[in-house]
Every structure is written in C-alpha cells, then in structure tokens.
T-cell receptor
Framework: GAVVSQHPSRVICKSGTSVKIECRSL??????MFWYRQFPKKSLMLMAT?????????EQGVEKDKFLINHASLTLSTLTVTSAHPEDSSFYIC??????????????FGDGTRLSIL | SQKIEQNSEALNIQEGKTATLTCNYT??????LQWYRQDPGRGPVFLLL?????KEKRKERLKVTFDTTLKQSLFHITASQPADSATYLC???????????FGTGTQLKVEL
C-alpha cells in the first residue's frame, strides 16, 4: 500500500519550455502533498506544500509564479515549471501524506523527475 | 542556526555486522523523527518513525533511538546485507509538525 506515482520520470527540453509534472497517490487519499527539489549528493529541499482545494504554501525563496502547483483532487497534484531555464535543471520529487488523526504520518514518495533544460 | 547533521562520509561495513548511523540536530525541537532509505535515482522510502516521548523503536532488523536531551537519533541495521547498501536520510518534523526537514544523508555500503 501507500504507492505514489510520479510522471514523467525524465524530461529533456529546450530553455523557455514549460514542463508539467504529475504526482498521484494510487491507493490512498492525500489532502496534503509536498514538492521537493534535490541536487546531486544534497538533501531534499522542500519547495512547497500542496493542499487539496486551496492554494499551495511555498517555502521562502521559491518563486510562486515560476513553480505553479495545482492540487485539484485528493489523489493528484501537479507542478508546472514555467519558462524553464538551465538553472531549473534538477531532480524534483513529490510526496503524499495519508490522512490520520495526527499530522505525524509518514510521507510516501514518488520516484522523482529528472529535469534537464538545454 | 538550525542544522541537521549526518555523517557526510560513506560508511563501509562487512556483511553480517551492525551498521550504526547518526543524526544530530541543533536548534530544533521535533515532535517526531523519521528515517528513510534512498537508492540512486529513486525517491526516498519510509522506514521508521519515532516520537519525542519514545526512546527506541524496532522493526525487523532495524532499530532507531531518539535522545531529545542529546538531540540525537541513532539508526541501527543488524545482520547487514549487501542489499542494505543505500543512502539513509533522517528527517525532523518542523513547521508545527506539518513538514519534514531532511538531513543530507549517509551512504552505507555493505561489502561481502
């Protein structure tokens, strides 16, 4: 159980292109999903918290207009990197948290999207 | 400043031995702490969660301890196997418990 599917797994595109990444919880409902970015040999950096039916909460320093997040249903959140540039190249990972009485439920992660902007 | 520190150097151990990984933190007061495993090019996989009022948690060959006075968690893998080779991440609850902040991870290599 607790499977999170993330697509696509890899994207290579030209500078200026917008890229959409999907994150789906396959066998559970998640009112909260998270988007992370990871650089080589570095830790996961939280970009934003995605809340179903409301606006995402972005971490300090993350551009809202650059990284558009939509969480339209209890099983799907999308991250759109708008007008991507080479510096946006990175490994993007989503996670979903199953609902429980307490917020300390573990997060279940997708397998990430390797984004390369030429 | 706030820090979460894990051994930056890779830990190499022999098959069958116990691997012990360390997670130290400063200027945090986490309500709980989680450990994840990450393989190259993959997302992290949840292993164990331990709450601030728990000293120890076990799951099969895994054991986690949590010392809020020392601000340290230890992660043990007993009878280690080559398949245990991966990067292990500790994560602290932050933002009122709604978010996780990750350490940089420790790479474990279990050799035959």
């Amino acid at each position: 159980g607790a499977v999170v599917s993330q697509h696509p797994s890899r994207v290579i595109c030209k500078s200026g292109t917008s890229v959409k990444i999907e994150c789906r919880s396959l066998d559970f409902q998640a009112t909260t999903m998270f988007w992370y970015r990871q650089f080589p040999k570095k830790s996961l950096m939280l970009m934003a918290t995605s809340n179903e039916g409301s606006k995402a909460t972005y971490e300090q320093g993350v551009e809202k207009d650059k990284f558009l997040i939509n969480h339209a249903s209890l099983t799907l959140s999308t991250l759109t990197v708008t007008s991507a540039h080479p510096e946006d190249s990175s490994f993007y990972i989503c996670s979903a948290r199953a609902e429980g009485i307490y917020s300390n439920q573990p997060q279940h992660f997708g397998d990430g999207t390797r984004l390369s902007i030429l | 400043s706030q820090k979460i520190e894990q051994n930056s150097e890779a830990l190499n151990i022999q098959e069958g031995k116990t691997a012990t990984l360390t997670c130290n933190y400063t200027n945090y007061s986490p309500a709980y702490l989680q450990w994840y495993r990450q393989d190259p090019g993959r997302g992290p996989v949840f292993l164990l969660l331990i709450r601030e009022n728990e000293k120890e948690k076990r799951k099969e060959r895994l054991k986690v301890t949590f010392d809020t006075t020392l601000k340290q968690s230890l992660f043990h893998i007993t009878a280690s196997q080559p398949a245990d080779s991966a990067t292990y991440l500790c994560a602290l609850s932050t933002g009122g418990g709604n978010k996780l902040t990750f350490g940089t991870g420790t790479q474990l290599k279990v050799e035959l």
